[in-house]
């Protein structure tokens, strides 16, 4: 599975962004896929999670009800709705995926930067 996300760039404070993340290889719909984020000087964090359905999704507490994760099976696709941006959001987006199966995640895209000033 190769995994290559886009998206990412220079915004304000109360901006919204999308992040994509495009997905080659196996069958897509077997693969949860999530996004994470690494801000400067810490560590990588969980952002958002999506079932390979697309129904169950999950959240960092901290971009609850600002970002909304999607995916597209048809096209391979998830997407990151970012709204309300905060410079605290600012790092390098990171997406990933597992097969279900799994407990870690296996594969992981090269990474996009969000800078949010403001």
């Known amino acids: 599975v190769q995994l290559q996300a886009s998206g990412g760039g220079l915004v304000q404070a109360g901006d919204s962004l999308r992040l994509s993340c495009a997905a080659s290889?196996?069958?897509?719909?077997?693969?949860?896929m999530g996004w994470f984020r690494q801000a400067p000087g810490k560590e990588r964090e969980f952002v958002a999670a999506?079932?390979?359905?697309?129904?169950?999704?999950n959240y960092a507490d901290s971009v609850k009800g600002r970002f909304t994760i999607a995916r597209d099976n048809a096209k391979n696709t998830v997407d990151l709705q970012m709204n309300i941006l905060k410079p605290e959001d600012t790092a390098v987006y990171y997406c990933?995926?597992?097969?279900?199966?799994?407990?870690?995640?296996?594969?992981w895209g090269q990474g996009t930067l969000v800078t949010v000033s403001s």
């Open positions: 290889g196996r069958t897509f719909s077997d693969l949860l």
């Open positions: 999506i079932g390979g359905s697309g129904v169950n999704t």
């Open positions: 990933a995926a597992r097969f279900t199966s799994r407990i870690n995640y296996q594969f």
